[in-house]
């Protein structure tokens, strides 16, 4: 990740999204909690002295059994500590997590750098092809409804 911060700077580009990783299940997850926060931190430290963010991305419970949740991202934004790393927030693991659009918003704010609009439940399917996005799209002001009338703008097959 070091090297892509790298090229990334070289490109001029000012967002890179970072995950977790997952910690061992057969060791605490404390443990694989530190290792990711400390790589996290080298992470971030390196980027904010190349004037990149790094946007990090809760995952599904499956994926990872460490930033899976609004509360596990905001403890690991708070321990790194920098203003330079904020949330990639997708979806599909808000949903799973049993966590809101609303939630998100009220306790990170700007510290969202980035929304990764997926549909389920169950996986990624495309917008407007799940029931995530009927639940979603209510709480984001000014945006019409995926369903009803508007499903005639509709032009897939």
Excluded at 29 to 55: F, H, N, Q, Y
Excluded at 76 to 81: A, D, K, P, T, V
Excluded at 125 to 151: F, K, M, N, Q, Y
Aim: hydrophobic letters at 40%.
């Amino acid at each position: 990740m070091l090297r892509a911060l790298e090229i990334a700077s070289e490109l001029e580009i000012p967002l890179m999204q970072a995950v977790s990783g997952a910690g061992y299940y057969h060791e605490p997850a404390e443990e694989a909690w530190k290792r990711s926060r400390d790589s996290l931190d080298r992470i971030v430290t390196r980027a904010e002295s190349l004037g990149i963010r790094i946007s990090l991305e809760p995952l599904l419970p499956y994926e990872s059994n460490l930033v899976n949740s609004l509360a596990s991202a905001r403890s690991m934004l708070e321990e790194i500590g920098s203003a330079s790393l904020g949330i990639h927030l997708d979806t599909i693991a808000m949903e799973a997590a049993g966590d809101t659009l609303e939630e998100y918003f009220s306790a990170l704010g700007r510290r969202i750098l980035h929304v990764q609009l997926c549909d389920g439940p169950g996986g990624h399917l495309a917008w407007g092809d799940g029931t995530v996005a009927d639940e979603v799209v209510p709480a984001i002001p000014g945006v019409p409804p995926i369903r009803g009338s508007d499903r005639s703008r509709d032009v897939r097959p």
